[in-house]
């Protein structure tokens, strides 16, 4: 008994059945039919503008590389890549992008010959300008923090400070003595027995300039063996309101000697005699070693006199005698002396 294929009916004579070639034609004819129909839905498949698959039918091993466009794909497919995946060309990111095992970004130069990047380091430090090519710095030549603001650096614990720039420096180094050599205009204050120290040339000693417990000290007890004051008018001690002059050698004067009774003392060369204080005192009070006879010794009153009268000075010995008859003074005598004199001389202006 005869039987027929599943698809198109194409009649199978069993093999007890004669050969009806009528039959195998009309087999024929349904291979044509079914190939002719096949190939009008292909064209019109083909043809279809969109074409529709909505059985799911066309899967990724079917496409060809790069068959399918962005917006030919299922919106979901669509909002998956635009939710998920970074464009090359550039995009917007809504989270972190991170980078692990000290990867990090690469920055190329117009030319891509110069690469720098910016990464954690294993040691966990944050390195900005990264050149791995370049083998003697691993840096890049420049880094420029371009803002209009003052860029800052900032932690939690102290918050954001802003970065100083040449110009910050150096308007604070303004503000403080250069080592090389400068002025100031205010006070140096040194506080806690601190001092001024000058190291004397070609050794390890020291002029001090230093003030302890209300005392102002000038020169090292150990180091310092003379001390200049250098001034063109003559230096000063002040205390409170009060100014005095600081005496020179040559403001004093120091004269001795012995000088005769009538005569005037001598003022020191240079000095006036209002600035000249003189102390005398008796040296011999009888120069002469003059002698008085039996008979006049019959009443006596010595009386020895040192003094002056301005410059001039009086030395010697005044002899009261009396006589047996008289109550008072009858004869007198002088007897010239000579004095030790000390002379101290200081100038006044």
């Given at each position: 008994m005869a039987t027929y294929t599943k698809n198109v009916k194409l009649l199978k004579p069993a093999e007890t059945e004669k050969y009806d070639v009528n039959l195998r034609n009309e087999n024929w004819d349904k291979i044509d039919k079914a190939i002719g129909d096949t190939s009008d839905l292909v064209k019109k498949h083909k043809e279809a503008n969109p074409i529709d698959?909505?059985?799911?039918?066309?899967?990724?091993?079917?496409?060809?590389?790069?068959?399918?466009?962005?917006?030919?794909l299922a919106d979901d497919v669509t909002a998956l890549l635009q939710r998920t995946y970074v464009k090359k060309t550039g995009d917007?990111?809504?989270?972190?992008l991170e980078f692990n095992n000290g990867i990090g970004v690469m920055f190329n130069n117009a030319n891509n010959t110069v690469k720098t990047k910016i990464r954690v380091a294993p040691n966990g430090n944050f390195d900005i300008g990264v050149v791995e090519s370049n083998t003697e710095y691993g840096a890049t030549d420049t880094l420029n923090l371009i803002s209009i603001n003052k860029p800052k650096w900032y932690n939690n614990k102290i918050g954001g400070k802003p970065l100083a720039t040449e110009e910050d420096v150096n308007r604070e180094c303004s503000k403080r003595v250069n080592k090389t050599g400068d002025s100031m205009s205010g006070d140096l204050i040194l506080e806690n027995n601190s001092a001024l120290k000058l190291r004397q040339a070609n050794t390890n000693k020291y002029h001090v300039i230093a003030g302890d417990n209300g005392t102002f000290e000038l020169g090292s007890r150990s180091d310092t063996q003379k001390v200049k004051v250098n001034s063109i008018n003559r230096p000063e001690w002040i205390s409170g309101e009060t100014v005095k002059q600081f005496a020179m050698l040559g403001d004093f004067s120091i004269t001795t000697g012995t000088i005769d009774n009538d005569q005037y003392l001598p003022v020191p060369q240079g000095f006036d005699e209002n600035e000249c204080n003189w102390f005398i005192s008796p040296n011999n009070l009888n120069k002469d070693n003059n002698k008085l006879s039996l008979y006049q010794l019959h009443t006596l009153t010595q009386t020895p006199v040192c003094r002056r009268e301005g410059r001039k000075v009086i030395v010697g010995t005044y002899i009261d005698r009396h006589s047996s008859n008289s109550d008072g003074p009858r004869y007198n005598s002088f007897f010239p002396g000579t004095a030790n004199y000390m002379c101290i001389a200081f100038k006044r202006g």
């Open positions: 698959h909505p059985d799911g039918s066309v899967t990724t091993p079917k496409l060809r590389d790069k068959s399918v466009t962005l917006p030919k917007t990111m809504s989270g972190n």
